[in-house]
């Protein structure tokens, strides 16, 4: 059984349990939305002092503070426990793809280590990644008022038309990203 | 006690994540590219999942566990706040190769790097809370 476990998990065991997620957090009252918690954070930071947005009690967003603390003790248990080994089994034409890009050994490991470590920070590539890349998130998901979890999943299961028009945004973005810039950023 | 079951509820989703390669740069670099059924299987099966479950809450006027009624407010539509907040969100998505809660799980997989992303996604969201009532929405 452990054995198991420590194989990489099938898409098909993968969506219900997400689904499974929403359905419970849903059960208990709430709703199932990851990046509602960077505004959370903020909130706590003290930002409703300065902006309004922020201005709320976020002791009531606790529960969703708490899932989060939860999914990084989860990431950390499954690094810990339950991997017999972490390459990531992506396609033929991805490596190929990848490798012409110049990423050493993809799919060897999560993310590509070079790119993925705090040496990288030090040159333009890691930054434009991690500061623009995580300004991006945070900036379009609030914009959106979700992320995959909130409109791709949770939306899409209610048939939400504005969770449709947010997802085919999220598409249209990461398709320019990865087809038009990725090429010329990943080379700088 | 009361957040207990929220905690399981996030280890069950990091563990999960962690295990469906989700949290993988690579995986969503794939999936831009059209080059693997994995992330559409498993987007598609937690909607598909997804759709009858909240098809059921409704049609069964379920209550929560504290026995309120489970309320799922519409979003209210329009098209340029999703569409553009939408491509903003993608652009970092696919550069990052992580959305909101994967950014998270891979700090628990070690992955500390993400943190600077993370900082730099409280610092968007914060920009994003002061310059709202100048954007379409």
């Known amino acids: 059984m452990l054995e198991a476990i420590k194989q990489p998990w099938p898409w098909y065991v993968a969506g219900p349990v997400i689904a499974f997620v929403m359905f419970a957090l849903i059960y208990f009252g709430n709703s199932f939305g990851l990046s509602a918690n960077f505004r959370n954070i903020c909130s706590v930071f003290g930002a409703g002092k300065s902006c309004d947005f922020f201005a709320f009690d976020w002791r009531k967003q606790l529960w969703n503070l708490v899932f989060l603390a939860g999914t990084v003790l989860g990431g950390f248990v499954a690094s810990q426990f339950l991997m017999s080994d972490t390459s990531v089994a992506i396609s033929e034409a991805t490596v190929a793809d990848l490798k012409a890009l110049g990423i050493n050994n993809p799919g060897n490991g999560f993310v590509p280590a070079d790119l993925f470590s705090f040496e990288s920070l030090l040159s333009l590539k890691g930054v434009v990644f991690f500061v623009v890349g995580g300004f991006l998130v945070g900036f379009g998901t609030r914009y959106a008022g979700g992320c995959t979890s909130g409109h791709a999943i949770s939306g899409l299961s209610d048939l939400q038309p504005a969770s449709l028009v947010a997802v085919i945004g999220f598409f249209i973005g990461g398709l320019l990203m990865t087809h038009l810039l990725l090429p010329h950023l990943l080379t700088l | ?137």
């Open chain 2, 1 to 137: 006690m009361k957040y207990l079951k929220y905690l399981v509820l996030g280890i069950v989703f990091g563990i999960t994540l962690t295990k469906a390669e989700i949290i993988s740069w690579y995986r969503i670099y794939e999936m831009f590219k059209f080059q693997a059924f994995h992330m559409y299987g498993v987007i598609g099966s937690a909607v598909v999942l997804g759709i009858v479950i909240t098809q059921i809450i409704k049609r069964t006027r379920m209550k929560t566990l504290s026995g309120e009624p489970i309320v799922i407010s519409p979003k209210k539509f329009s098209i340029a706040r999703y569409l553009i907040g939408g491509i903003i969100f993608g652009l970092g998505w696919a550069m990052t190769g992580a959305c909101p809660g994967p950014m998270f799980i891979l700090v628990g997989n070690g992955v500390f790097v993400i943190l600077v992303a993370i900082a730099s996604g409280l610092l968007g969201t914060y920009v994003y809370g002061r310059i709202k009532h100048k954007l379409p929405h």
